[in-house]
């Protein structure tokens, strides 16, 4: 069995930062992907970033510059560094990893909202 823990969401103003982080624990050999989605009310689940075994990452346009993905392979966690956080940016935000043999795994969501 697989779990996913996210911590580190809340209620920031515009502008500030928050730092989300995500422990993979259970039967898991190898991590290939570390990926952080997010979800808003009544929408698709988006990838926001990713992040390779090997350090390679990816962002989507509209966090490039802003949000920051990094992970720990011996520890099995991922953390996403989120800056000049925009009202925008408020949505459900979900860990995702993805094993070596391919199998998929989801984190429970943590709620991140934005408000002066």
């Known amino acids: 069995q697989v779990q996913l823990v996210e911590s580190g969401g809340g209620l920031v103003q515009p502008g500030g930062s928050l730092r989300l982080s995500c422990a993979a624990s259970g039967s898991i050999f190898s991590i290939n992907v570390m990926a952080w989605y997010r979800q808003d009310p009544g929408k698709g689940r988006e990838l926001v970033a990713h992040i390779r075994n090997v350090g390679s990452t990816n962002y989507a346009d509209y966090v490039k510059d802003r949000f920051t993905i990094s992970r720990d392979n011996a520890k099995r966690t991922v953390s996403l560094q989120m800056n000049s956080l925009k009202p925008e940016d408020a949505a459900v935000y979900y860990c995702?990893?993805?094993?070596?043999?391919?199998?998929?795994?989801w984190g429970q969501g943590t709620q991140v909202t934005i408000s002066s």
């Open positions: 995702n990893v993805v094993t070596s043999a391919g199998w998929g795994y």
